[in-house]
């Protein structure tokens, strides 16, 4: 990773408990558990300084809940948001593909997503280099209303493998 004056963040966030049933996967809601965890994950980045500026967010109502309880806990209503059906079922490439074209003025990006795609993506934009706590908590799993915080020191439009670095992993409590 090439050392930037001020790198680039991307939180990425797995949504927040959702209920195990719906009509569709697309439609499952947060469960209160769920909102709770994620109003927390919002206070949470308020705390860190780490108020995202754009948002990518999978087109599920349990992703767009999840940004909408974080959002308005971490004080970040106003920002610009990107609701994505591809990153609903996509890969960590369909994902990197969403990320890179996020415009270049903005520099502290989240992504909320699903598993087993939002940890795959952390593991890939990992450099191997990053805060040992973060990386223990992301090897122990990515539970639902987890975030990891990677350091990004390209462009969005250059985001590739190893071009991040984890600095922070949060698992939302209720």
């Not at 795609?117 to 890939?124: E, G, K, N, Q, V």
């Not at 984890?166 to 939302?172: N, P, T």
């Amino acid at each position: 990773m090439n050392p930037v004056t001020d790198p680039r963040r991307l939180i990425v966030l797995r949504h927040a408990k959702a209920e195990p049933f719906a009509p569709t996967d697309h439609e499952r809601r947060l469960t209160d558990r769920g909102r709770d965890s994620a109003r927390e994950v919002g206070r949470y980045l308020r705390g860190k300084d780490l108020l995202p500026d754009y948002a990518v967010v999978s087109s599920a109502l349990r992703t767009r809940e999840t940004w909408q309880a974080v959002a308005e806990a971490a004080g970040a209503t106003g920002v610009p948001v990107s609701f994505d059906d591809a990153v609903f079922t996509g890969s960590p490439d369909v994902v990197l593909e969403a990320l890179r074209g996020i415009p270049a003025e903005y520099s502290t990006v989240v992504f909320v997503g699903h598993n087993p795609t939002a940890a795959y993506l952390c593991h890939l934009l990992d450099d191997g280099e990053g805060d040992p706590t973060a990386v223990s908590g992301l090897l122990q799993g990515f539970p639902p209303a987890a975030l990891a915080v990677l350091e990004v020191g390209v462009p969005w439009a250059d985001l590739a493998a190893e071009s991040g670095r984890l600095v922070d992993y949060h698992v939302g409590a209720s």
